[in-house]
């Protein structure tokens, strides 16, 4: 899996056209888990963390990064403890669509070459 996971607050319709896509989602629920500010939360401590504006943005990153979940696993022990047994994994055909309510995480590779479109509403 390449880049991390990804947070969207409008809702997304995806349609696969060609080739084929993996995706991996996770319900709002796990906000918390999906480490969002890293491995630890923001503190008074650390106010330029609190600081970082999410409200005129879209999107939002994970700091768990799919490919390298082993090394995560002691850094980031509630991601792997309650995300990865809940989350969807799926695999998008020619002619699929998927359609993400607002806020829900997610990471997506193409498997083969491949051409999706994506629209955020």
């Known amino acids: 899996m390449e880049g991390k996971w990804e947070l969207d607050l409008t809702r ?4 696969q056209i060609v080739g ?3 995706v991996w989602i996770a319900g709002p629920q796990f906000q918390t888990e999906m480490y969002p500010f890293g ?4 503190t008074i401590d650390r106010p ?11 999107t939002c990153l994970g700091s ?6 082993d090394e995560f696993r002691t850094r980031f022990p ?10 969807l994994q799926i695999i998008l055909e020619e002619g699929d669509m998927l359609v993400m309510p607002p806020g829900w ?3 997506m590779k193409s498997l083969t070459p491949s051409i999706n479109l994506s629209v955020w509403f």
């Open 12 to 15: 997304i319709e995806t349609v």
């Open 20 to 22: 084929r896509k993996y």
């Open 78 to 87: 509630n991601f792997v403890e309650k995300v990865m047994p809940e989350a």
């Open 39 to 42: 491995s630890t939360p923001p």
């Open 48 to 58: 330029e963390e609190e600081d970082q504006d999410h409200d005129d943005k879209e």
């Open 64 to 69: 768990v990064e799919p490919d390298r979940l």
């Open 105 to 107: 995480w997610h990471s």
